[in-house]
T-cell receptor, first 115, second 113 residues
Framework: AQSVTQLDSHVSVSEGTPVLLRCNYS??????LFWYVQHPNKGLQLLLK??????LVKGINGFEAEFKKSETSFHLTKPSAHMSDAAEYFC?????????????FGKGTLLTVNP | DAGVIQSPRHEVTEMGQEVTLRCKPI?????LFWYRQTMMRGLELLIY????????DSGMPEDRFSAKMPNASFSTLKIQPSEPRDSAVYFC???????????FGPGTRLTVL
């Protein structure tokens, strides 16, 4: 079984300050992990993914995430928030075995960026 | 590439009516996914196809829901008959292969009155 827990449903930061969106996962297998972003009334867009290569993953728009197996975490960070970063962020874990495929989404974290 | 294309973008219908949502995946992608997003339940995977074959439909809520993929460039999600609790945003996504990154369409916002 696998699950994803996004520890904060809402994060509010000021423009120019760091962003930290927290995600913990559980998986019986070696997982692939993703972060997606969803702007209002838009579809989801992939920010970055981890697939057992480097533990520090760099994504688009200055975001990065670090896979920490000992902590079962995959937190998303950005050094300096921009107004355009305001959106909902989803942490996702996937597992594939044979022809089976399982994708589990977190509940989402709404990021607000204040001027 | 135009990305994943979904139609219609908005659908308002009355309870009991048939609803058909359409999706055109990215050309060359072998896997296609249908999701439903609501405030209460978040994002749910309904069904996915690999090489046009339905692999897992365990997320389909009821027999009122059905999905087809007659060819590599087209899929439909049908609800018959529709109910108010089906109101949600339905997303289609495609990926090159399973466990590759999924590319999402803009979604269809369905309202069943």
């Amino acid at each position: 079984a696998q699950s994803v827990t996004q520890l904060d449903s809402h994060v509010s930061v000021s423009e120019g300050t760091p962003v930290l969106l927290r995600c913990n996962y559980s998986s019986s297998y070696s997982p692939s992990l993703f972060w997606y972003v969803q702007h209002p009334n838009k579809g989801l867009q992939l920010l970055l993914k981890y697939t057992s290569a480097a533990t520090l993953v760099k994504g688009i728009n200055g975001f990065e995430a670090e896979f920490k197996k000992s902590e079962t975490s995959f937190h998303l960070t950005k050094p300096s928030a921009h107004m355009s970063d305001a959106a909902e962020y989803f942490c996702v874990v996937s597992h594939s075995g044979g022809s089976n495929y399982k994708l589990t989404f977190g509940k989402g974290t709404l990021l607000t960026v204040n001027p | 590439d135009a990305g994943v294309i979904q139609s219609p973008r908005h659908e308002v219908t009355e309870m009991g009516q048939e609803v058909t949502l359409r999706c055109k995946p990215i050309s060359g992608h072998n896997s296609l996914f249908w999701y439903r997003q609501t405030m209460m339940r978040g994002l749910e995977l309904l069904i996915y196809f690999n090489n046009n074959v339905p692999i897992d439909d365990s997320g389909m809520p009821e027999d009122r829901f059905s999905a087809k993929m007659p060819n590599a460039s087209f899929s439909t999600l049908k609800i018959q008959p529709s109910e108010p609790r089906d109101s949600a945003v339905y997303f289609c996504a495609s990926s090159l292969h399973l466990v590759e990154s999924e590319f999402f369409g803009p979604g269809t916002r369905l309202t069943v009155l």
